[in-house]
């Protein structure tokens, strides 16, 4: 089982940043919901543990 990472995790994290910013713009908060909404779930698939992903939510709303 492994566990969340939350060291940085990209070389970038300014252009990952950027990245996310930009994946907003121009959205009405309806779509830019939307947006947030499938990338969680696109990025909880890919991480594929159950565990690592409560421990995400846990972090998150801690």
């Known amino acids: ?3 969340l990472r939350t060291d940085p995790g990209t ?3 300014d ?3 950027a990245a996310l910013v930009d994946a907003h713009r121009d ?3 309806a779509a830019s919901a939307k947006v947030n909404a499938k990338l969680v779930l ?3 698939n890919h991480v ?3 565990a690592v992903v409560r421990e995400a939510i846990a972090a998150a709303r801690a």
């Open 15 to 17: 252009a990952l940043y």
């Open 27 to 29: 959205l009405d908060e």
């Open 42 to 44: 696109l990025l909880a």
């Open 48 to 50: 594929g543990d159950l």
């Open 11 to 13: 070389a970038d994290p």
């Open 1 to 3: 089982m492994s566990t």
